[in-house]
Nanobody, 122 residues
Framework: QVQLVETGGGLVQAGGSLRLSCTTSGRTFSSLHMGWFRQAPGKERSTVAAISRNGKSTYYADFVKGRFAISGDNAKNTVYLQMNDLKPEDTAVYYC???????????????WGQGTLVTVSE
């Protein structure tokens, strides 16, 4: 079993930055593919970014390319999502997810955090 705890959400003005963190426990961090997802009110959950367990492969949704960056820290068992140039449409609950299966990116992530709210004001 893998436990995930997200932190770092909050209220920020458009054009600002936030860094989300997701700390894992229960499995060796380097055995996990990690991903960030978001769900805005009234919308389906969508993939934001993902990083392979060896850190060599990443995936970004088109709507965040050039603005967001995903990274991992094995020593801290933590994956980060650096979000720059935030826009009001980035407002959503952001979820961290992990998967232990070999394929990247995973078709489905097996383990999920509780989410952290990001609100971007005009």
């Amino acid at each position: 079993q893998v436990q995930l705890v997200e932190t770092g959400g909050g209220l920020v003005q458009a054009g600002g930055s936030l860094r989300l963190s997701c700390t894992t426990s229960g499995r060796t961090f380097s055995s996990l593919h990690m991903g960030w997802f978001r769900q805005a009110p009234g919308k389906e959950r969508s993939t934001v970014a993902a990083i392979s367990r060896n850190g060599k492969s990443t995936y970004y949704a088109d709507f965040v390319k050039g603005r967001f960056a995903i990274s991992g820290d094995n020593a801290k068992n933590t994956v980060y999502l650096q979000m720059n140039d935030l826009k009001p449409e980035d407002t959503a609950v952001y979820y961290c997810a992990a998967d232990v299966r070999p394929y990247f990116p995973p078709v489905q992530f097996e383990y999920w955090g509780q989410g952290t709210l990001v609100t971007v004001s005009e």
